[in-house]
């Protein structure tokens, strides 16, 4: 342990990521999997996701969802003209994804742990500092709360969002330490690609300059360089997606609403969720049946 560095951690919580949804392999197309990427012609080559591109996420009838991840879907062409259609490469996909996803984690939670996070692991960490980036690497890998996101085909869009933010977050730090002009447009152009990259693929990456505030707040070596101009060109093209997100897909939001939701207001939704807030939050600090 004495070797432990960030990348050595990295690479541990990522392999430890990689294993624990091997078994997913065996799996086949289920659930969502069978109209977004079995039944969608989109989903079958990167030719016809890419003309598909300003298109809604789910073919056909089920448009009315509004959603709008069309890297997603070129992801999901690129694995059909690798493999054609074989399920055990996709899932395999999804479980590199997560052990990359895994990886940054540790990256950007080394910045935030100090070398000792917790009493329990005090001494050890006091002579390990990237042991606390590893702990919480290793919760992530094997949380039970990603088991949907990397077990079926679909949750692709949480894997990708994930690491469009945490690639944000690491080229946004590399920002603000940068000493020249250049280095700073160079990282600059990486954090919007990875931040549009994240958008591309799941909605949620509309998030994005709330996560790099976070980390900018958190991080215990923040470097000198302003952010502001980083935070307007991340609103900028975080407008710009809304947008085209609104014109493509987003019409549909109000008439895709769960029927649980029809003809209730914005208050009586928030007060209808509010228990699977909750248990979302358990799920996170205790995922075991009670």
Known sequence: MSGLTRSRAAWIAAAAA?????????NGFAGDDLVAVRDNPAAHSVGAALSAWFEPYWPGEWRWAGLYRPLTIV?????????GGATWWMHLVNAILHGAATALVVWVVAAWVPPATALVVWVVAAWVPPFGALAAGLLFAVHPVHVEAVANIVGRAELLVAIGLLGAVLAARRYRRAESWSARAAWLAVVLLAVLGGQFA????VIAVGVLALDHALDRDRGAGRMTGLYVAVLAITMGWLYLWRQIAGGFVDVGAHAAFFELTWVQRLATMSPLYLEVLRLLVWPFRL
């Open 18 to 26: 990689l294993l624990v949804f091997l078994p997913a392999l065996g």
């Open 75 to 83: 992801s999901y062409g690129l694995d059909w003209t690798v493999a």
């Open 202 to 205: 799941k909605e949620h990456g």
